[in-house]
């Protein structure tokens, strides 16, 4: 396994020419970066702070995708250590693989020490665990050794996804936070499409600089933020997606186009026979208020289907589509698009 994963590695490098990034960070720009980083007393109320986070994606014309990430954090105050000891990725396992590339640790005194391969796993996130027809979400798990106030994390992944299935429509669409709740000296995220291809955008809550460049028959979107403070939390604030500032893209051109698409892959899970029919009888007997009937048929999917990763299956991890109504019912769980297709059915 260890060979293999070299061998990946060496070929991640080999083809990173193929992403395109505004600066290509080399072993001595981290060391840089690591000798000029701020000091625990210079951020106070930081655990850590991320030097660079930058991120590039790059979509061939067949729809597949290869995506790098660099992530350096500098470890401030104890709680840092808790936060980004282990830096965990999630992914669909039957579209994407994730190899890492390079994880080490830069220690005070500039030496190094490498993530043992042991220390690289993929495992079944934990809220997931016993719904087996998620087996395809999977999350990969980076534990970095040694971890103290003053060292310094670098973590390089790179993650292939793979291309449509003949006639199944794709867009690209995505988005990011250019603020956290730790600060960020530089964030930069890029995304390469095939020209013909239109991209369009929107910042939300503060701007951050945006380039584009065509280069051998790809636009290259470029957005990026320096020196965004860090985000302090308070009780009953607004989501962070609402007060930093938020990418989002995507090439399609009317939310009629991807309505379409999205009941395409819903309304065929839907089920008013069997066991479905069977249920909203039961649910509703004795009742002639249609109002009530409703009432009943949406508490008991609320309330006796069990949710399942309410905030780690966003669209797409876990695939665009719901599972059919009639297992969702005889498992009695699902996610929202599963609880979704379920209630459709029973009204």
């Known amino acids: 396994m260890k060979a293999l994963a070299l061998i990946l590695a060496a070929l991640a490098c080999l083809i990173a020419a193929q992403v395109s990034v505004a600066k290509e960070y080399t072993d001595e720009d981290i060391a840089k970066l690591i000798a000029n980083a701020p000091k625990p007393e210079m951020l106070p109320q930081a655990g850590a702070v991320v030097l660079v ?46 190899v890492v590339v390079k994880a080490v640790t830069h220690l005070a005194d500039s030496t190094i020490r490498e993530v043992e391969q042991k220390a690289i796993n993929d495992v079944t996130p934990a809220g997931l665990a016993d719904a ?9 798990v980076i534990s970095f050794p040694a971890m103290a106030v003053g060292v310094t994390i670098e973590l390089r992944l790179r993650t292939y996804s793979k291309a449509p299935e003949e006639g199944e429509k794709v867009f690209v669409w995505g988005g990011d936070l250019f603020k956290d709740t730790e600060p960020v000296s530089f964030k930069e995220l890029s995304v390469s499409v095939p020209s013909g291809l239109p991209v369009t955008y929107t910042v939300q809550n503060e701007s951050v600089t945006h380039t584009e460049k065509e280069s051998d028959g790809y636009v290259i979107h470029t957005w990026s933020k320096s020196n965004a403070p860090q985000v302090i939390t308070e009780p009953y604030m607004p989501p962070l997606s609402k007060v930093a500032p938020r990418l989002i893209f995507t090439n399609a051109q009317s939310w009629d186009e991807v309505g379409s698409w999205a009941a395409e892959k819903f309304f065929h899970h839907v089920r008013t026979d069997g066991e479905i029919k069977k249920k909203a009888e039961n649910l509703t007997k004795g009742i002639s208020d249609r109002n009530e009937k409703i009432r009943k048929i949406a508490l008991y999917v609320i309330n006796d289907i069990r949710d399942v990763g309410e905030s780690s299956l966003p669209l797409g991890l876990a695939g665009y589509e719901p599972h059919d109504a009639d297992s969702v019912l005889q498992n009695k769980y699902g996610d929202w698009r599963d609880k979704s297709v379920l209630l459709v059915s029973l009204l």
């Open 53 to 98: 986070h930058q991120k590039s994606v790059k979509y061939s014309s067949d729809m597949s995708a290869i995506a790098d990430e660099l992530l350096v954090i500098k470890i401030l105050q104890d709680r840092g250590k808790t936060k980004y000891g282990d830096i965990k990725r999630r992914y669909n396992k039957d579209s994407d693989s994730i």
């Open 132 to 140: 087996a027809v998620y087996s395809n979400v999977r999350q990969k």
